[in-house]
């Protein structure tokens, strides 16, 4: 059963608050999670991931069993975005996870997980898609969108878009629809003017002819890195080999998801059920050129720590540093 977690609102400022954050730190929550596999057999080790459904290397690597030869039996905890995967570490229910930005402001919040590394594409990848006869992001002033919820990245990008439009967030009406797959409803069925959203909708809406790509995220944030792979603090200290092991494994899945294209997109469209023109299009051009090492870029992620604050997720009066929220020492040498 999910423990409470409390939520509060400061200004634009999320703060995640546990209120099972003192017996964490205090006793540390890590279950006992080594189960057999039979007779003679290495024990594996339970970790519980929190991500989002579609997340490709996570789910080709349980497939093929890149995790299991290091003795780890990863199992998914399917959340909708960041804010969720922090609560879920904070609430005990996960042990890893990987998502955007959320996950940076949840660190500097106090929120007892660690950065251990980056996906492949670690870089901002939200499109704003509005409805095909909008010329200009002006002329959405006034109108209902969908930036999605409190604390997420979607919201981020586009409030980081207005104001570098010269817009601020009441001059618009803020419908949030929800998950990704909510919105692209409302904006099919006119509830909304515009969504933001992931490159592989853009690429769909367009195809399908109900929106079209307004603006590209990426074009406003700069040098910035938007998703990490997390820990969380008690974890690490109780297990600090499957961390290094689930590294390992991470590493050898992508490795080759980037050296066989055809096949990832293949396992995406049969095993996730994405789309898949829309996924081929975004995903042929994308994987041959992932970053597999895993490597934080701290420049990216400094920029990303004042661009939150300049928004209020994070207290613009922090002194909290990347290295500080960081650890590579897991990473695969």
């Given at each position: 059963?999910?423990?409470?977690?409390?939520?509060?609102?400061?200004?634009?400022?999320?703060?995640?608050?546990?209120?099972?954050?003192?017996?964490?730190?205090?006793?540390?929550?890590?279950?006992?999670?080594?189960?057999?596999?039979?007779?003679?057999?290495?024990?594996?080790?339970?970790?519980?991931?929190?991500?989002?459904?579609?997340?490709?290397?996570?789910?080709?690597?349980?497939?093929?069993?890149?995790?299991?030869?290091?003795?780890i039996?990863?199992?998914?905890?399917?959340?909708?975005?960041?804010?969720?995967?922090?609560?879920?570490a904070?609430?005990?229910?996960?042990?890893?996870?990987?998502?955007?930005?959320?996950?940076?402001?949840?660190?500097?919040?106090?929120?007892?997980?660690?950065i251990?590394?980056?996906?492949?594409?670690?870089?901002?990848?939200?499109?704003l898609?509005?409805?095909?006869?909008?010329?200009?992001?002006?002329?959405?002033?006034?109108k209902?969108?969908?930036?999605?919820s409190?604390?997420?990245?979607?919201?981020?990008?586009?409030?980081?878009?207005?104001?570098?439009?010269?817009?601020?967030?009441?001059d618009?009406?803020?419908?949030?629809?929800?998950?990704?797959?909510?919105?692209?409803?409302?904006?099919?069925?006119?509830?909304?003017?515009?969504?933001?959203?992931?490159?592989?909708?853009?690429?769909?809406?367009?195809?399908?002819?109900?929106?079209?790509?307004?603006?590209?995220?990426?074009?406003?944030?700069?040098?910035?890195?938007?998703?990490?792979?997390f820990?969380?603090k008690?974890f690490?200290?109780?297990?600090?080999?499957?961390?290094?092991?689930?590294?390992?494994?991470?590493?050898?899945?992508?490795?080759?998801?980037?050296?066989?294209?055809?096949?990832?997109?293949?396992?995406?469209?049969?095993?996730?059920?994405?789309?898949?023109?829309?996924?081929?299009?975004?995903?042929?051009?994308?994987?041959?050129?992932?970053?597999?090492?895993?490597?934080?870029?701290?420049?990216?992620?400094?920029?990303?720590?004042?661009?939150?604050?300049?928004?209020?997720d994070?207290?613009?009066?922090?002194?909290?540093?990347?290295?500080?929220?960081?650890?590579?020492?897991?990473?695969?040498?």
């Open positions: 059963m999910r423990r409470s977690v409390v939520v509060m609102m400061t200004g634009n400022r999320i703060k995640i608050l546990s209120l099972l954050l003192l017996s964490m730190l205090a006793g540390g929550c890590v279950k006992k999670t080594e189960q057999s596999t039979g007779a003679g057999a290495k024990p594996e080790t339970v970790v519980r991931f929190a991500t989002n459904a579609g997340n490709l290397p996570i789910n080709f690597g349980i497939s093929k069993g890149y995790f299991a030869k290091e003795g039996d990863l199992q998914v905890v399917t959340i909708t975005g960041g804010v969720e995967a922090v609560t879920a904070a609430a005990g229910e996960a042990d890893l996870g990987g998502m955007g930005s959320p996950i940076l402001v949840g660190a500097v919040a106090g929120v007892p997980i660690t251990i590394g980056s996906p492949p594409a670690s870089g901002q990848h939200f499109v898609v509005s409805k095909p006869q909008y010329k200009s992001f002006a002329e959405l002033k006034g209902p969108v969908s930036p999605g409190p604390g997420q990245g979607t919201i981020q990008a586009f409030n980081v878009i207005a104001k570098a439009k010269g817009f601020k967030p009441s618009f009406q803020y419908v949030n629809a929800g998950t990704s797959g909510n919105a692209l409803a409302a904006l099919q069925t006119g509830k909304v003017e515009a969504v933001i959203t992931s490159e592989i909708v853009g690429v769909k809406a367009e195809l399908e002819g109900f929106g079209k790509v307004l603006e590209s995220a990426a074009d406003y944030f700069g040098h910035y890195q938007h998703s990490f792979i820990a969380t008690s690490i200290n109780e297990k600090p080999e499957t961390v290094r092991g689930f590294l390992a494994a991470y590493r050898k899945t992508v490795d080759y998801l980037k050296a066989h294209p055809d096949e990832a997109i293949e396992f995406a469209v049969k095993e996730l059920h994405q789309d898949a023109i829309p996924y081929t299009k975004v995903y042929a051009k994308e994987i041959p050129a992932w970053d597999t090492s895993g490597r934080i870029d701290f420049a990216g992620t400094e920029h990303a720590l004042t661009i939150l604050k300049d928004l209020g994070i207290d613009p009066k922090s002194q909290v540093t990347a290295h500080q929220i960081v650890d590579e020492q897991f990473l695969p040498k």
